[in-house]
């Protein structure tokens, strides 16, 4: 099973953390909130937000491409990259994985108004 590596994120993961052996076929949003990196995601992992954006830095040609939705919403994301993914959408296949989180997210559930 190939290995999960999140860089530190001052909040979320300020050590960062290595997942060894995420399991295949499983979002990389699902893989780090099963191992306590508490990830936002306040959609529920059903594409309708970008709160789980993350910048794939290892392994992106090993994903699916992204569908239409998951890019017309990673427009509107903070820090986006070429190589941006919403992690509720990015599934696990063969090849080691290395993900830094932006430090912003656009979350205006918890956003003070």
């Given at each position: 099973m190939p290995k999960l590596t999140?860089?530190?994120?001052?909040?979320?993961?300020?050590?960062?953390?290595?997942i060894e052996n995420a399991?295949?076929?499983v979002s990389i949003c699902r893989v780090m909130l099963d191992n306590d990196v508490d990830i936002d995601h306040a959609c529920e992992l059903s594409c309708a937000c970008t709160t789980c954006h993350v910048i794939v830095r290892q392994g992106l040609s090993s994903l699916e491409d992204a569908t239409d939705a998951e890019e017309d919403l990673l427009d509107k994301a903070w820090g986006l990259t070429s190589s941006s993914r919403l992690s509720c959408q990015a599934i696990i296949e063969d090849a080691d994985l290395t993900v830094e989180i932006p430090k912003y997210t656009i979350n205006h559930a918890k956003e003070d108004h």
């Open positions: 999140i860089l530190p994120h001052p909040e979320i993961c300020p050590e960062g953390k290595v399991p295949k076929g």
